[in-house]
C-alpha cells in the first residue's frame, strides 16, 4: 500500500471571480505538480463561457483534471467527485509529491476532505417536476415546502440556495426522509496532508470583477453557448447562473439588459455564499488578493 505521510493537497478556495485560477496555476507551476479543479459546472464540456472555464491558454500552462470531462447529460454529484478525486490524486502523487485543487463548489471540497455519505438515487420525472414547480412559483414556495414538510432540514439549510434546496425537497419526495438522515458525522481520514488557502479582496473590488466578468461574457458570445444547450435546459447542470437567465430571455420572458443584470446579481449573491461556506471552515488560511 502507497504510504502518503509526506504528500500534500492544497485546496485554493474562495468566491467567484477572485482570481482563483491564475493562483492556482501559479502555485501548480512552483510545485510542478497537477490540478484538479473542485467545480461542479465547469466540469461539462458542453459548458465554457457561462462558467467562466479557465481558457486554452491557461489549460495549457498546468495539466488540469475535470475541466470538461463530463456530458451535461450525466448527473454527478459530491459524491462522485469525491471517488474522482481520491482517484487523480494517488495517480498524480505516483509522480508528485503535492497536488493543487481549486474551485468553489464547498460541498465538493468538504466531500474530498472529508467523505460524504451516499445519496440515493432520484428518478428523472422527481427531479423535473420540482425543477418545473420551481420555475412557476419560485425560491419562496420551494423554502415553504421544505419549511413545512422537513423542518429538521429547515434550520440548518442554506435558506437562500436553490439547488441546495431543491436537492433536499427530491430526496424527500423519492425516499420519504429527510435529506439529514443521509448525512452523518462521520469524518473520513485522509492519509495525505490537506492545506486550505482561501483569497478574498474587499467586496466592492470583488463586485467590479463580476461585472466586468458578466460583460466579458456576453461580448463572447453567452447567447449563442446558452442557445446551444436550450434542449438540456431541465437538467440540474444548467440549473445555474448564468443560464437560467439567458433561458428566460430567449423565451421572451425579460430583455437581454434585464438578464445581464440579474446575472450580475445573482452571481453576487452566489460568491456571499460561497464567502458565508468557506469562512464556517477554520482549516482555511486567509489572503488577501489583489489581482
Given amino acids: 500500500m502507497q504510504t502518503l505521510n509526506n504528500k500534500t493537497v492544497y485546496i485554493v478556495v474562495g468566491p467567484t471571480a477572485v482570481g482563483k485560477t491564475s493562483y492556482a496555476i501559479s502555485l501548480a ?75 468553489g463548489t464547498g460541498l465538493y471540497i468538504k466531500a474530498f476532505c472529508e467523505g460524504i455519505d451516499p445519496m440515493p438515487t432520484i428518478p428523472a420525472e422527481v427531479r423535473a417536476s420540482i425543477v418545473s414547480e420551481y420555475e412557476k412559483k419560485g425560491l419562496i414556495w420551494l423554502q415553504a415546502e421544505l419549511k413545512h414538510k422537513d423542518p429538521d432540514f429547515w434550520v440548518s439549510a442554506e435558506q437562500q440556495n436553490p439547488q441546495r434546496l431543491m436537492r433536499a425537497l427530491e430526496v424527500l419526495i423519492a425516499t420519504g426522509k429527510s435529506i439529514t438522515f443521509f448525512r452523518s458525522a462521520q469524518k473520513k481520514e485522509r492519509d495525505f496532508t490537506i492545506k486550505k488557502i482561501g483569497l478574498e479582496m474587499p467586496m466592492d473590488q470583488l463586485t467590479e470583477r463580476i461585472n466586468n466578468r458578466v460583460d466579458q461574457m456576453i461580448t463572447m458570445g453567452l447567447e449563442a453557448e446558452v442557445n446551444s444547450v436550450i434542449n438540456y435546459k431541465d437538467k440540474t447542470a444548467l440549473q445555474t447562473v448564468g443560464y437560467k437567465e439567458m433561458f428566460d430571455y430567449l423565451n421572451g420572458s425579460i430583455t437581454l439588459p434585464e438578464a445581464v443584470q440579474q446575472i450580475k446579481i445573482h452571481t453576487r449573491q452566489y460568491a456571499k455564499r460561497q464567502m458565508t461556506w468557506f469562512k464556517k471552515d477554520t482549516d482555511v488560511q486567509w489572503l488577501l488578493h489583489n489581482v
Avoid at 491557461?58 to 463530463?70: D, G, P, Q, R, T
Wanted: hydrophobic residues 40%; contains cysteine.
Fill in 29 to 103: 507551476k512552483q510545485l510542478n505538480t497537477e490540478i484538479i479543479s473542485a467545480d461542479s459546472r465547469q466540469c461539462f464540456s458542453e459548458l465554457s463561457i457561462g462558467v467562466a472555464r479557465p481558457s486554452v491558454e491557461e489549460l495549457a500552462e498546468v495539466k488540469h483534471h475535470f475541466i470538461a470531462s463530463h456530458s451535461v447529460e450525466e448527473d454527478l454529484n459530491a459524491g462522485y467527485f469525491e471517488q474522482f478525486a481520491l482517484q487523480k490524486t494517488r495517480e498524480i502523487f505516483s509522480q508528485n509529491d503535492s497536488v493543487v485543487m481549486v474551485g
